[in-house]
């Protein structure tokens, strides 16, 4: 079957360079059961459930010329061993050796000749542990049509449930004169949208004169940012490299809900105050100055749920949520613990929205794990936005507060991996899952080389609130 992507997921697949792949990423720290849990036995898992999510056997097919978007076809070379692999640390494998595991396959680019997905089964792991990383393509996963793989293959309990038999025959790939062809039939029926894809085109074709495609950007950005205006100059703003640094912080939920409680705000409120008294420790950790008033601006978009009566029966391919952007100044400079929750607390309360938040309660209804699925989409909100209109991505989404199985596995942590955006050094993915929050940390390597402290400072920043707050 032969399907055009649509405008956004045709942007995220021209977005990205090779410093800034559009990647969205989970790590997923199982229990290894007493009989192990075989590279096999995870094949057969995911291949069940792939009919549920049919573009990760698809790939891109682009138009001659950039005549039209790309169209998604069918991979009749589909191979999932080829998809799915196996690494092992070197037993008894570290924690830290898995987070550089995690950097290099992040940083190695997706093979655009096949289905933009890929997952690693890591084992030698220590505590009897293993580990499942993902990664998968922006343009894949729109929250609707193609959910995350990682959201399909968690399971509410250990014994996986049945699927039929998967009779899968792939359609016959277009040829390039068939693809030409359907893209001059939809010039003549469709002549405005066809010429927005050929001015992206020319825009590539031209692209070696950096100065007047560099020069139509600033005007585009300027436009954009008229609203809220470009965001404070800041560390976290440096050119990417190829090269990531991956580290992770857990913390007890029930420490956010008691602060929560205590100071009648959201956890998300919490949350975010402890984000920045993280970075406001790391920016004079290096010797920066933090004045009185200094923010800096962090996009965190908010899961919410359009008006619906039919939460419990959405499944997969069904529209789970949507996701809308909030700009929010993360006050940096103020010194009071209490004071930066506050004044955090007063602008989200303020933050317009006409839908209902998420929140853990109402996210368990949904089959499978929606994390993966909601963090991708919010990565898919702050890129409408100008990068220079914020300086780091922060997707917070909640989770099932149950014990959740993978393979019939436990799966005790869960992680985010989100993508670097243009010249942005640092992004946090926040999982709520299981009466635990879980900090996902990708930073470039060059640019933050002392991300490791990150989980240390983000606990003492939980600790400065919750002694403050006695």
């Not at 010329?65 to 589909?78: C, E, I, K, Q, S």
């Not at 008894?92 to 992040?106: E, F, I, M």
């Not at 997969?316 to 700009?327: D, K």
Request: proline residues 6%.
């Amino acid at each position: 079957m032969v399907t055009r992507l649509s405008a956004s997921d045709a942007s995220f697949y021209g977005l990205e360079d090779s410093s800034t792949p559009m990647y969205v990423g989970t790590l997923s720290i199982l229990r290894r059961p007493r009989a192990g849990l075989s590279y096999e036995t995870l094949l057969a898992n995911v291949e069940a459930r792939l009919p549920q999510i049919p573009r990760y056997r698809q790939k891109v097919r682009e138009v001659t010329l950039g005549l039209a978007r790309p169209v998604w076809v069918d991979d009749r070379d589909f191979d999932i061993t080829y998809h799915i692999r196996r690494s092992a640390l070197p037993s008894p494998g570290s924690d830290a050796q898995l987070h550089d595991l995690v950097a290099r396959l992040g940083s190695r680019p997706l093979d655009k000749t096949r289905p933009l997905w890929e997952m690693c089964l890591v084992e030698g792991l220590s505590d009897n542990r293993l580990a499942i990383y993902t990664k998968t393509h922006q343009a894949l996963v729109n929250g609707m049509t193609a959910l995350e793989i990682g959201h399909v293959i968690a399971d509410r309990t250990q014994k996986p449930p049945e699927f039929g038999e998967d009779i899968w025959i792939p359609g016959r790939e277009p040829s390039d004169v068939s693809l030409l062809l359907g893209a001059i039939g939809e010039w003549i029926t469709r002549p405005t949208a066809q010429l927005a894809a050929v001015q992206s085109a020319a825009a590539d074709m031209i692209s070696s004169t950096e100065q007047f495609v560099e020069a139509g950007r600033r005007v585009i950005d300027m436009a954009r940012t008229m609203v809220r205006g470009t965001a404070p100059s800041s560390p976290l703003n440096a050119t990417v490299s190829r090269n990531r640094r991956f580290t992770v912080a857990k913390h007890e939920l029930e420490e956010y809900r008691q602060l929560r409680t205590r100071f009648d705000c959201d956890v998300n409120d919490v949350v975010l105050s402890v984000v920045t008294g993280a970075l406001r420790n790391w920016l004079m950790s290096r010797g920066q100055s933090v004045s009185t008033g200094l923010t800096v601006r962090a996009m965190a978009p908010m899961s919410v749920y359009p008006e619906t009566d039919h939460l419990e029966s959405a499944g997969p391919g069904q529209a789970i949520s949507e996701v809308t952007p909030f700009l929010v100044d993360l006050p940096v400079g103020e010194n009071n613990a209490l004071v930066r929750l506050s004044q955090i607390a007063h602008a989200t309360e303020t933050q317009a929205t006409t839908t209902t938040p998420v929140d853990a309660r109402t996210i368990v209804t949904l089959s499978g794990f929606a994390p993966p699925t909601l963090h991708a989409m919010g990565t898919r909100v702050a890129t409408s936005f100008p990068a220079r209109q914020f300086n780091l991505l922060i997707t917070n989404v909640p989770g099932a507060q149950k014990q959740m199985y993978v393979a019939g596995t436990k799966l005790l942590d869960t992680y985010a991996v989100p993508p670097l955006l243009n010249n942005q050094v640092l992004a946090l993915g926040i999982t709520s899952y299981n009466g635990s929050l879980y900090y996902g940390i990708n930073a470039d390597r060059e640019a933050m080389s002392d991300v490791d402290v990150f989980p240390s400072l983000l606990r003492e920043a939980l600790d400065e609130l919750r002694e403050t707050a006695r």
